[in-house]
């Protein structure tokens, strides 16, 4: 009986490192979005998402970017940001990639 538990709380504690992860990760890209959508600038976009996600390692990170706001220009900035993190238990692999997508209508 016991190893069985031991198996469910060691889910339990990577599904919850692996989600608080994918949410940081996802407000990461949301703050680059933000930031490209209103100075069109890669450079402070890819600042604004290492504040956005203060946990995480800067060097970790992946950026892709869709779309440009020119000045007066419209359409949409969408920032892909990806990140890949060792596993915490191990139980599921030793690592965990993530993806996080932020879009943001130009000058809005």
Known sequence: MVPVLLVLVGGIIEFSYSYN???SVTQA???AARTMAIFNDQGRARAAAVAGAPGLSPS???Y???GACPSGGTGNAQVTVGYT????TGMFGSSIALTGTGAMRCHG
């Not at 993190?85 to 915490?88: G, I, K, Q, R, T």
């Open 64 to 66: 892709t970017f869709t």
């Open 85 to 88: 993190a060792n596993s915490l």
């Open 29 to 31: 890209a949301r703050e």
């Open 60 to 62: 970790g990170f992946t």
């Open 21 to 23: 992860l994918q949410i």
